[in-house]
């Protein structure tokens, strides 16, 4: 997996995570903050020509880092409560975009999620698009993944976990759920939104009311709207 943006290789780093190698365009001077965290973590250096750098990286800013892959956690270490406030999941059903994915991960970073749970079939893996839309937050999440998300909720009911599916066409508007509890919020794919199976095997079915005659918002738009609402909820009234 390729890290283009520098902040994004530094937050790796910071953070205690593996990156395999850091590739340097000769005409580049590495940061002195990056140089620091390089030689701290011991991570390999190489330089190469800027011709074959520019032809091999495009769109960089001239260092990349190579991360082999994300690390995954286990499903039991995202049910742990916080010590204040209440527990925040995000659980992506056949999400493909990996913008998408991104970017409801960046919205998890700011409105206070602590972890993602997403699908191994149909689901974007995390690669450079996820990281670039959200703006290194995939790092600083809790991420699971799971062959049944159906059982997965069920689990969580058992740890108190209240589920919340999202259905544009159908369910209560979101300000009449209950935010003040630990919930997973259920995001579904971009054409066909939250499986029926799924929404089945929810507490809430909630949408997002918008102006009569269109269709849906986009799925990241959507979550973002939803994790804001439970966010206010919690902290603000």
Not at 59 to 82: A, H
Not at 122 to 147: D, H, L, M, P
Request: hydrophobic residues 40%.
């Amino acid at each position: 997996m390729l890290v283009s943006k520098i902040r994004e290789i530094e937050e790796l780093l910071s953070k205690g995570k593996t990156v395999n190698k850091v590739i340097i365009s000769s005409d580049k001077k590495i940061p002195k903050d990056l140089y620091d965290l390089i030689k701290a973590t011991k991570t390999p250096i190489y330089r190469m020509p800027e011709e074959i750098f520019n032809a091999k990286f495009k769109q960089s800013s001239g260092i990349v880092g190579i991360v082999e892959e994300v690390e995954f956690s286990d499903i039991r270490d995202l049910t742990v409560k916080p010590e204040n406030g209440f527990l925040r999941l995000l659980l992506i059903d056949e999400v493909e975009d990996p913008h998408n994915i991104g970017a409801m991960m960046r919205s998890c970073a700011c409105f206070g999620f602590s972890g993602v749970i997403m699908t191994s079939r149909r689901t974007s893996i995390i690669g450079e698009g996820v990281i670039k839309a959200s703006a290194g937050a995939v790092f600083r999440q809790k991420i699971a993944r799971v062959n049944n998300l159906t059982e997965t909720i069920e689990k969580l009911k058992k740890e108190d976990i209240w589920l919340v599916g999202t259905d544009p066409h159908g369910g209560v508007p979101i300000w009449e759920v209950d935010y003040k509890r630990n919930i997973g919020i259920v995001m579904g794919n971009e054409e066909k939104g939250v499986r029926k199976k799924v929404l089945e095997h929810c507490d809430y079915v909630a949408k997002i009311p918008i102006v009569e005659g269109e269709d849906s918002l986009n799925v990241s738009v959507a979550f973002g709207i939803i994790a804001f609402e439970a966010f206010k909820r919690q902290n603000f009234s």
